[in-house]
């Protein structure tokens, strides 16, 4: 047994010494987004830094525990916070918790992010179902993992956002009078934000969203089979003609108004899935 597979077992272990229903559903909650967790009929929130081979999350605004419980009678596991390649760590270690999610019985995955709308008809505050990426991070989660236990080591990327979730999440919004746009998401590595001249590169390749994160996470899903759809928050309008300064701060700020939208959204399809 390698040595990621000793870490996966490791942690997937320690988690099923609580006691708590298969989840479901795994949820990866992003950079001011954690109004889902008051969805959640809560069985038990786990630190990071309790989970054996878990890295701990260093931004400020990701909280850094794994809330177990249920959203209507799904029982669901999500990420109270996530990790990013900036942050020093691997692309292993940043997917590390997908992996280990998918081994607790997940079926399928829901990720939120939040990012610059490079589009012009993207507005601060928007949610955008994400539906397809751009991946120009420096690093591959997939690097080195030759073994079939971690699924093929060609995954197919041609649909990586699972078409039936994307349909269910955009039905729900008509539901619920919340607007859902779809757009194409570029992932850089950050942590700095972008110059004009690379914010007119990256929509001349075809993005509408820039953000520092999901992608890896996304990748690994698609080697594990696993269904997946991600919801990004505009945080900040990339105009490059007419470009402001911004502060992370802004950027949390923007993302925590849009929170509420986005996880009553979140758990209204959960609770049907």
């Known amino acids: 047994m390698d040595l990621l597979l000793q870490q996966i077992t490791a942690a997937t272990a320690y988690l099923q010494t609580f006691s708590f229903e298969q989840p479901r559903v795994g949820v990866v909650l992003g950079t001011g987004l954690g109004e889902l967790v008051n969805h959640i009929n809560i069985t038990h929130t786990i630190p990071y830094h309790q989970i054996p081979h878990f890295p701990e999350s260093t931004v400020e605004s990701h909280k850094g525990n794994l809330i177990l419980g249920h959203i209507g009678s799904t029982p669901i596991i999500a990420m109270q916070g996530r990790f990013h390649y900036y942050e020093g760590y691997t692309m292993q270690q940043i997917t590390f918790p997908v992996r280990v999610m998918k ?125 997946c759809a991600a919801v990004s928050v505009v945080t900040d309008e990339c105009d490059p003609d007419n470009l402001h300064p911004v502060s992370i701060e802004e950027i949390i700020a923007v993302a925590g108004k849009a929170d509420k939208l986005l996880s009553t959204l979140f758990a209204t399809v959960i609770g049907t899935l």
């Not at 490079?118 to 690097?143: S, T």
């Not at 093929?152 to 990327?157: I, K, L, T, V």
């Not at 607007?179 to 993005?207: C, D």
């Open 103 to 227: 081994a607790l019985g997940i079926q399928q995955l829901l990720l939120s992010n939040a990012a610059g709308g490079m589009n012009p008809a993207f507005k601060k505050g928007d949610l955008i179902l994400l539906d397809d990426h751009i991946n120009m991070q420096p690093e591959n989660p997939l690097r080195g993992l030759n073994s079939p236990v971690y699924g093929s080591r060609f995954p197919d990327m041609s649909c990586p956002y699972n078409p039936a979730l994307g349909e269910k999440l955009k039905t729900t919004a008509i539901a619920l009078g919340t607007s859902l746009k779809s757009g194409v998401y570029v992932s850089v590595m950050g942590p700095n934000l972008e110059t004009r001249a690379e914010y007119r590169f990256l929509r001349m390749i075809g993005a509408d969203l820039v953000g520092m994160s999901t992608v890896p996470e996304v990748i690994v899903a698609n080697q594990l089979q696993l269904p």
